[in-house]
């Protein structure tokens, strides 16, 4: 079974993550050689200041370069996005567009102010209207929002998938929390949000091995198993 990193900014030029090829080549014989061996390339879709077409544009492009490379160690690539909430998402005629290479699942980051009514009925209506599944990015950035935590309650109702970055389970203060939830079943899938070989490096494995210790292998291969079988 592979080990999947499903979200990361290693694409070249196209976000604030990496900046160029070299850092790209970097960072993916770093994740090949912890044994990562497929990764979501996740760059930032803003609706703001983006359009869908252009940005899949630019993202073909920062793939193409780096298939050129022809790197014979580096983890398979799947293109995605990770796209950040906005006010008539559910509307957004070519929100499908989107998803992960060959899925209908998305990558969405919800926003970073507490969460009203309004946001939970979009993220609903994708799932039910839109028939799109939803990966929820980094759901412990959102816990710390000033009383959020009902609109999270809500949210876990839903039929979500929840992924965590790895980096904070590197975090004593965050951990005990994220165990939890991967123990109740209420968190599926880890990322590393890898940004670069410097800042915010690829990680996946440091936080996989925190999980193996806590919680044992078992735990992995859950989340493994359920991450194969969404691709
Ligand atoms: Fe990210």
Redesign the pocket.
Known sequence: MDVIDF?S?VLPGIDDGSRNLDTTAGMLGMCYDNGVKTMIA?P?FYAEHDRIEVFLERRQNAYEQVADLGLEKSPKLRLGA?VAYFKGISKAEKIPLLTIQDTDIMLL?MPFYTWDKSVIYEVRELIEKRHLRLII??LERYIKLSGNKPAIAELLELPVIVQVNAGSLLDWKQRGAILKLFKAGKAQLLGS?CHGMNHRPPNLWLGREVIRQKLGSDILDKIDEFGNGLL
Do not use: C, L, V
Request: no cysteine.
């Open positions: 979200h900014h996740t930032h990770e980051e990015a980094h949000d």
